[in-house]
């Protein structure tokens, strides 16, 4: 399935399963269900967006953005790391209201069936979504499948704390568990807007990608060519790399591109989706960029 596909399923999972711990919540009046039924309402807008911003992603470059609009899927990351902070701050809110004036628990069973049946559909949705981002890239596709493992997280303490209140009849537990759940997702909001900054300050391809380039480099540097000046970036699914190649002066204007055209076709099939720019100069010249780089 393509990218598009995964996320509209995911919004269609979202709907269910907002329907089914908002039933719960509504049956048993447990705040730490309404926490886990609000998170869900996040994975909804989060995929929502995600879908968006991952059609801007696959637009093909103009003259505006002659680099494409890969990190479109960046603000996807940041979109739903704001959403997972303030869902937390709604919890939070909720439960220490209900703390102060706890209330009972009802028709517990229900509820963590409901609860229970919610998380399986979320963590199958979020193992297959993981294994496709890793694959193609995707930063819109990754942040949503974390976010609905964390969803799955949230639902197994919210099980273990009413099963506690059915067991004790300490009702405190109830909103206690739902503000650990609301520090939960707190973090996994923080850890969200900081990939999606990141993302969006050109950071280096991944270290795995960088050991497939020097491979490739490897190859060819053999005297009396040489490599320097590499550096790389990524945005989105694509990955660049910018580096300078040095050969003899004397060779022919056909020599020096045939032999950038192999570097290029070799590191391309390395790292797929990768756009890599050569510069060619002779062995005795080098560029003015340390002297630039120096000065800044």
């Known amino acids: 399935m393509q990218v598009g596909t995964y996320l509209k399923l995911s919004v269609a999972v979202a709907v269910v399963t907002i329907l089914m711990k908002g039933g719960a919540w509504a049956a048993t009046g447990s705040v730490s269900l309404l926490s886990d039924a609000l998170e869900s309402l996040v994975n909804l807008a989060g995929a929502m967006f995600a879908l968006w911003m991952v059609a801007i992603a696959a637009r093909p470059p103009d003259e505006e953005h002659p680099y494409g609009h890969h990190k479109a899927e960046y603000f996807s990351s940041g979109f739903e790391g704001v959403l997972i902070l303030g869902a937390a701050a709604a919890i939070l809110y909720e439960a ?42 995707s930063m819109a596709l990754e942040a949503d499948a974390r976010h609905l493992f964390t969803d799955v997280v949230t639902s197994a303490g919210v099980v273990a704390g009413l099963v ?73 699914s694509r990955r660049f790399v910018d580096l300078h190649l ?39 010249v080098e560029t003015h960029q340390d002297d630039a780089e120096a000065r800044a």
């Not at 703390?99 to 559909?121: K, R, W, Y």
């Open 246 to 284: 040095h050969m003899p002066a004397e060779w022919t204007l056909a020599q020096a591109a045939g032999l950038r055209g192999e570097v290029e076709r070799a590191l391309m099939a390395a790292v797929p989706g990768l756009r890599a720019t050569i510069q060619l100069l002779p062995l005795d």
């Open 164 to 236: 506690g209140v059915m067991l004790t009849g300490w009702l405190w537990l109830d909103p206690v568990l739902a503000m650990l759940v609301a520090l939960n997702i707190i973090r996994e909001g923080w850890s969200l807007l900081r990939r999606s900054a990141d993302g969006l300050l050109d950071q280096a391809v991944e270290p795995e990608m960088q050991q497939r380039i020097d491979a490739v480099l490897a190859r060819f540097a053999k005297a009396p060519l040489r490599f320097d000046h590499l550096t790389t970036r990524r945005a989105g």
């Open 96 to 137: 220490a209201h209900r703390l102060f004036d706890p209330q009972p628990v009802e028709a517990i069973g229900l509820g963590i069936t409901l609860a229970v049946l919610s998380s399986a559909l979320n963590f199958g949705l979020a193992w297959s979504m993981l294994k496709k981002a890793r694959e193609v890239h």
